[in-house]
């Protein structure tokens, strides 16, 4: 099949490193299904069956951090690192983590989204395009729905240096800068030509991330355990994302197949209807 040869040379040429184990698997388990599973939507759905149960695995230590959140084995140390934050707080500082925390959210954020959208668009990557969009927009329903379900209060243990109204776990501003700059890292980090560049925007894209979570503990408005929730969050789902993606542009092809497969059950039921009104006239 052509689209399997072109996934071979695609993989030869992608530089081997340290994701190179993760992505053999992926393709492996996509060439499985392409075997054994026929038509566009049905190896779709089982490639999505597979991710569901290793994405359970993969949400395990999230589960656990918020099990430890619910029954206060972590409050100790939150409270502590937030009590050491608050007494090295100073006016320039208040203001360079207010600047800061503003990146992890709101219009800068949508901003650098945008940008990287009309690039991807304009160079013709429709694709990344999808991941992107896909991925930050259905990153903040998530970030929405955890948070209502666990309903974990703010901080209530040092003054705030920003006014917030929503529950605290996990910090949505953790989890939005992870999936967007971690995402617009990957796609360019994956268009430069060097490892000195791709070194360059995973560090880049690192620190605004670090940077935005840091911002939310010295505000005051979340915990370190809200902090690492959204980060852990973020990564699930960007890996979510990023294999139903691969795995919708491996199977496109496929859709002419499952049209002409629709068309003939409707010709078949069809003839069957006209053989039946032959018989009753």
């Known amino acids: 099949m052509r689209l399997e040869s072109d996934s071979r040379i695609e993989r030869r040429h992608r530089a081997r490193g340290r994701a190179a184990?993760?992505?053999?698997?992926?393709?492996?388990?996509?060439?499985?299904?392409?075997?054994?599973?026929?038509?566009f939507w049905g190896a779709l759905l089982a490639f999505l069956t597979?991710?569901?149960?290793?994405g359970a695995f993969?949400?395990?230590?999230?589960?656990?951090l918020a099990e430890a959140v619910q029954g206060g084995l972590t409050q100790a140390l939150d409270e502590r690192v937030l009590h050491w934050l608050a007494a090295r707080r100073s006016p320039w500082l208040d203001e360079s983590m207010l600047?800061?925390?503003?990146?992890?959210?709101?219009?800068?954020?949508?901003?650098?989204?945008?940008?990287?959208?009309?690039?991807?668009?304009?160079?013709?990557?429709?694709?990344?395009?999808?991941?992107?969009?896909f991925g930050t927009l259905g990153g903040q329903v998530l970030n929405r729905?955890?948070?209502e379900h666990f309903e974990r209060p703010?901080?209530?243990?040092?003054?705030?240096?920003?006014?917030?109204?929503?529950?605290?776990?996990?910090?949505?501003?953790?989890?939005?800068?992870?999936?967007?700059f971690g995402i617009i890292a990957y796609l360019v980090a994956n268009a430069v030509p060097t490892r000195a560049l791709k070194r360059f925007v995973?560090?880049?894209?690192?620190?605004?991330?670090?940077?935005?979570?840091?911002?939310?503990?010295?505000?005051?408005?979340?915990?370190?355990?809200?902090?690492?929730?959204g980060f852990l969050a973020g990564l699930a789902w960007?890996?979510?994302?990023?294999?139903?993606?691969?795995?919708?542009?491996?199977?496109?092809?496929?859709?002419?197949?499952?049209?002409?497969?629709?068309?003939?059950?409707?010709?078949?039921?069809?003839t069957s209807g006209s053989g039946a009104s032959q018989a009753r006239g």
Do not use: C
Not at 50 to 54: K, M, N, Q, S, Y
Not at 112 to 124: D, G, K, M, P, S
Not at 160 to 178: C, K, R
Not at 218 to 227: A, F, I, K, M
């Open 99 to 133: 600047e800061i925390t503003t990146i992890g959210s709101g219009l800068p954020l949508i901003i650098f989204v945008a940008i990287a959208v009309i690039f991807l668009w304009l160079t013709r990557h429709h694709w990344s395009v999808y991941f992107l969009l």
């Open 154 to 180: 703010r901080p209530a243990v040092v003054l705030w240096e920003q006014q917030v109204d929503t529950f605290s776990f996990p910090s949505g501003h953790a989890m939005s800068s992870f999936i967007a």
């Open 238 to 270: 960007i890996l979510f994302v990023a294999a139903s993606m691969t795995a919708l542009r491996y199977f496109a092809p496929r859709r002419p197949e499952t049209r002409s497969e629709e068309q003939g059950l409707q010709a078949t039921a069809s």
């Open 202 to 229: 995973w560090i880049t894209a690192a620190l605004l991330i670090t940077l935005v979570g840091g911002s939310r503990m010295y505000l005051g408005v979340h915990y370190p355990s809200d902090v690492l929730a």
């Open 58 to 64: 993969a949400t395990t230590v999230f589960v656990l």
């Open 21 to 39: 184990g993760m992505m053999n698997l992926l393709y492996s388990t996509l060439r499985f299904i392409a075997r054994h599973v026929p038509g």
């Open 145 to 147: 729905l955890l948070k």
């Open 50 to 54: 597979i991710g569901a149960v290793v």
